[in-house]
């Protein structure tokens, strides 16, 4: 799209109230805007980056079996009333309000509940089993506080998944394969390399569950890392006993400050005993089903890659989240030129190609286009001036790497395309 | 996607406390869930067909210079203040809760206030103008009745755009841009043929907005019609006066039932006074933007869909709304078989050349499939048995048309994939 039609303006200055540096980045380089304490919306740049989390995550929760739903966000007391979660003493985050048509209605801050009351009516005998289900939803969760940009909202995107299995081993197997899955979607996001899989607190089932720590220091958690033997636990499980189960010693782990941005978790048969979801198992007899969940916090993981990966200029995308591709950048701010005359041709083609590209078309001067595009972050850039056009070349430059080299538009097309 | 893979189960029954035939339908045929009265999740199927709802109206609005955006659902009460809309008195349809960190919060049942507030950090001069942005939102209204089905929820999605001009002219021109690309988008639904726009009422500012209203029997509303002379009145504002102003008699008018499915509106300055929405004109002097507002209820969409392209088998889906868009039905329920084998092959060869197809591998009737087919109504259905493989082609089957032909499977690619 034409820079010049972008409605969204970068900005010098982050409202005073915002504390957290993803949000201020975020705010500053037009992505989002802050509508109240925990609470933001997305702008077309933000929607992009945002949607194209979602759409890794949907690539491989797709590529092990998930089917994709999508849950109401109103919910009825009654199922929560049954499993005693709709007391306000046991969870202190839920909003909820009074039905004009009489009773309450519960906002949806989690989804096990509803899914497994849905699954009555699909899930019967063994042979509807494995199930696994996923959604993107918009969770809503009344927090005390909120500091923490769009790493911690009252309103917050997330991929939750449900699976429903047929005993311990048809679970073990969608278990392993969410952790598989897990690992290509950080590796793709760019952060494998700081993100690690740890032993986190566990349930009534489960002495453990597993959480995906990234080391990020604007991140609420705390865990004890060896990196070479690939050990990582949660501060909140750290015993002796812990320690000796994993076989590792205090003095061989590092404490270091994470934000979780996924986890798994282990319900057994509890889960399901509870919401009273049970089927006919082979033997004929009535069993619950094995259940398990997996997490992971799309405007969440936003904001974790803004606070990794950017530096005192602004947002530094890696390529797969970026929200374009493809920024070209002209640089002759004015209305007619050979350079521009260059640039709308080049920008034309590479639009019917389908390139995904940000055109920098605006009448502004050099280093105004340069600092956002800084502040904006796309991980490719491209430059046409008079000095590359008598080149007969392109300026590239590297938003991660911030290397600079002249390419043919050849290899622009066939490599960014 | 395989069949016997898909998790939802088609019901002979609808839930006894469903009284819309439009989410019977979408029930039975395993599209929705019901939650609650006039809440409803999305399941595989019905996923689909909304995000290809979603999708045609990303289309053509995006083709008229509109901006995707996603605003919060948790909305600030300080900015409905200003307004004078957070009244209940005058809006009967919030849903309000109690912020643990003090004060009340609304949950967004529209977003016109909102988005205004939030182009003040956008819009300064008139060279930012004209703005045009539109989001597929999850809308939340208060509903004292919900008896409609998803034609009318108390959980909702909404396409909502909204516009932002430099004067009268500029709002003009979006304003039939947007008529147009409404008239596309029904076209493409396949129901340009039973949709009218009709005259409705105004606001403060104009006389009359414009809807786009479905004949539809289990619609809300009734229009004053004459399909010759393109002229829908809604019953609302049928007046002598409005006939003289149309140049119409009421005897050439009928009346019919329908359901509204878009509305446009032209709020003139007076919004952008009433939120403080200001900008300096080319003359410099401070003004107040030309606002306007544009919805298509995309959820009642699939509704009305639902409800008028069904018939006593099932749903009927015109081609782009299908959930998928190719039904391949294997007739011979036993493990192998050379007609599994060819299906087989067939289904794989599809998948690869990036075809949208459900494939009914599942070893149940052949009756069992085409009651199940019926009932989910794809749009294109191919069916492989003995028979076919003898004739060594492939049956297809239109389930709009109702016609039955044998096509090779190169026709199949050619004009399905």
């Given at each position: 799209?034409?820079?010049?039609?972008?409605?969204?303006?970068?900005r010098?200055e982050a409202p005073s109230d915002e504390v957290s540096k993803n949000a201020q980045l975020l705010i500053r380089a037009g992505f989002i805007n802050k509508e109240m304490a925990g609470v933001y919306s997305m702008l077309?740049?933000g929607?992009?980056t945002?949607?194209?989390?979602?759409?890794?995550?949907?690539?491989?929760?797709?590529?092990?079996?998930?089917?994709?739903?999508?849950?109401?966000?109103?919910?009825?007391?009654?199922?929560?009333?049954?499993?005693?979660?709709?007391?306000?003493?046991?969870?202190?985050?839920?909003?909820?309000?009074?039905?004009?048509?009489?009773?309450?209605?519960?906002?949806?801050?989690?989804?096990?509940?509803?899914?497994?009351?849905?699954?009555?009516?699909?899930?019967?005998?063994?042979?509807?089993?494995?199930?696994?289900?996923?959604?993107?939803?918009?969770?809503?969760?009344?927090?005390?506080?909120a500091k923490s940009g769009i790493m911690r909202g009252r309103e917050f995107?997330?991929?939750?998944?449900?699976?429903?299995?047929?005993?311990?081993?048809?679970?073990?197997?969608?278990?392993?394969?969410?952790?598989?899955?897990?690992?290509?979607?950080?590796?793709?996001?760019?952060?494998?390399?700081?993100?690690?899989?740890?032993?986190?607190?566990?349930?009534?089932?489960?002495?453990?569950?597993?959480?995906?720590?990234?080391?990020?220091?604007a991140?609420?958690?705390?865990?004890?890392?060896?990196?070479?033997?690939?050990?990582?636990?949660?501060?909140?499980?750290?015993?002796?006993?812990?320690?000796?189960?994993?076989?590792?010693?205090?003095?061989?782990?590092?404490?270091?400050?994470?934000?979780?941005?996924?986890?798994?978790?282990?319900?057994?048969?509890?889960?399901?005993?509870?919401?009273?979801?049970?089927?006919?198992?082979?033997?004929?007899?009535?069993?619950?089903?094995?259940?398990?969940?997996?997490?992971?916090?799309?405007t969440r993981?936003m904001g974790v890659l803004a606070e990794?990966?950017s530096?005192?200029?602004g947002l530094?995308?890696?390529?797969?989240?970026?929200?374009?591709?493809?920024?070209?950048?002209?640089?002759?701010?004015?209305?007619?030129?050979?350079?521009?005359?260059?640039?709308?041709?080049?920008?034309?083609?590479?639009?019917?190609?389908?390139?995904?590209?940000?055109?920098?078309?605006?009448?502004?001067?050099?280093?105004?286009?340069?600092?956002?595009?800084?502040?904006?972050?796309?991980?490719?850039?491209?430059?046409?001036?008079?000095?590359?056009?008598?080149?007969?070349?392109?300026?590239?430059?590297?938003?991660?790497?911030?290397?600079?080299?002249?390419?043919?538009?050849?290899?622009?097309?066939?490599?960014?395309?």
């Open positions: 799209m034409r820079q010049s039609k972008l409605f969204t303006k970068t010098k077309p740049l929607l992009k945002h949607e194209k989390i979602k759409q890794i995550i949907r690539e491989e929760m797709n590529a092990i079996g998930g089917q994709e739903i999508l849950m109401s966000s109103l919910q009825p007391k009654e199922i929560w009333e049954n499993t005693g979660r709709w007391d306000d003493e046991l969870v202190d985050v839920w909003f909820k309000a009074e039905l004009k048509a009489g009773g309450e209605v519960g906002f949806g801050w989690s989804h096990e509940e509803p899914i497994g009351e849905m699954m009555k009516n699909h899930i019967r005998s063994f042979k509807d089993l494995p199930v696994y289900v996923y959604q993107f939803q918009n969770k809503l969760r009344n927090e005390l506080r995107g997330m991929k939750d998944s449900y699976s429903f299995c047929d005993g311990e081993e048809q679970h073990n197997k969608i278990y392993e394969d969410t952790i598989k899955a897990y690992e290509r979607i950080f590796e793709r996001f760019g952060i494998a390399d700081r993100t690690f899989m740890t032993f986190a607190p566990g349930g009534a089932f489960t002495e453990f569950s597993h959480e995906f720590q990234t080391i990020c220091d991140g609420e958690d705390y865990i004890y890392l060896n990196k070479e033997k690939n050990i990582a636990i949660n501060e909140e499980v750290m015993s002796e006993e812990t320690l000796q189960k994993l076989g590792v010693k205090k003095e061989e782990l590092k404490r270091v400050k994470t934000a979780e941005v996924g986890n798994i978790f282990n319900f057994g048969l509890q889960k399901a005993k509870d919401i009273g979801l049970f089927y006919k198992n082979e033997a004929g007899e009535k069993t619950p089903v094995w259940m398990g969940s997996y997490g992971i916090g799309t993981m990794v990966m530096d005192n200029k530094v995308w890696p390529e797969e989240v970026s929200p374009f591709k493809i920024h070209l950048i002209l640089l002759d701010g004015k209305d007619t030129t050979d350079a521009r005359d260059e640039a709308e041709r080049l920008y034309e083609d590479l639009l019917s190609r389908g390139a995904d590209v940000l055109y920098d078309d605006r009448e502004v001067s050099a280093g105004q286009k340069f600092a956002d595009a800084d502040l904006i972050g796309i991980s490719n850039r491209f430059v046409i001036s008079d000095k590359t056009l008598s080149a007969g070349q392109i300026e590239y430059y590297s938003r991660q790497k911030g290397t600079t080299k002249m390419i043919t538009e050849q290899e622009l097309i066939e490599r960014y395309v």
